[in-house]
């Protein structure tokens, strides 16, 4: 029985250009753990039931034709009684190579790249937060398909409007 390969994978056979992904390192960017409100955080209330907010973001800087530096930036702040208990943040980064993904490339660094480099934010982001006296952390996993998805929208509805406001008289 013969192979069958897709009209796609016979081009590329072809032209030698077969998609290439690798990752070259991974590394912390940058790392802060701040508690703004110093011991008074543990001598409040007894029941710690602090209210969570997260913030994440990626962005990706082109080393050269095929390296790419992808980070992802999480900030984790927690409040309990309307007083920040604390701020931990950390950019989890890596180098990456990506060759000929094509029109392919912008999905690959902002979702895929940031899904492997996850796993490492949340471990740090569990280690800091202990570290600092207070409970475990363990972030939930993030569809990151879903989260560029929805980048995407949002930039292709805010690049609507302003192309509705700049036709406008």
Not at 58 to 77: A, G, K, M, Y
């Amino acid at each position: 029985m013969a192979d069958e390969q897709t009209p796609e994978a016979a081009a590329q056979a072809q032209t030698g250009t077969e998609q290439q992904f690798a990752l070259k390192r991974i590394y912390v960017k940058d790392l802060s753990f701040e508690v703004p409100n110093g011991a008074e955080v543990f001598t409040g209330t007894a029941n710690w039931q602090p209210k969570m907010n997260l913030d994440l973001n990626t962005s990706s800087n082109r080393l050269d034709d095929e390296h790419f530096e992808v980070s992802l930036r999480i900030t984790l702040t927690a409040t309990q009684d309307e007083k920040t208990a604390y701020v931990a943040e950390i950019q989890q980064a890596g180098v990456f190579m990506c060759a000929n993904f094509g029109d392919n490339l912008h999905q690959v660094l902002g979702s895929v790249c940031p899904g492997i480099l996850f796993p490492y934010a949340r471990e740090a982001i569990d280690s800091i937060v202990t570290r600092g006296s207070f409970p475990a952390v363990m972030l939930s996993p993030i569809n990151f398909d879903a989260f560029y998805q929805q980048a995407m929208e949002k930039a292709r509805q805010e690049a609507e409007t302003k192309a509705d406001g700049n036709t406008a008289h």
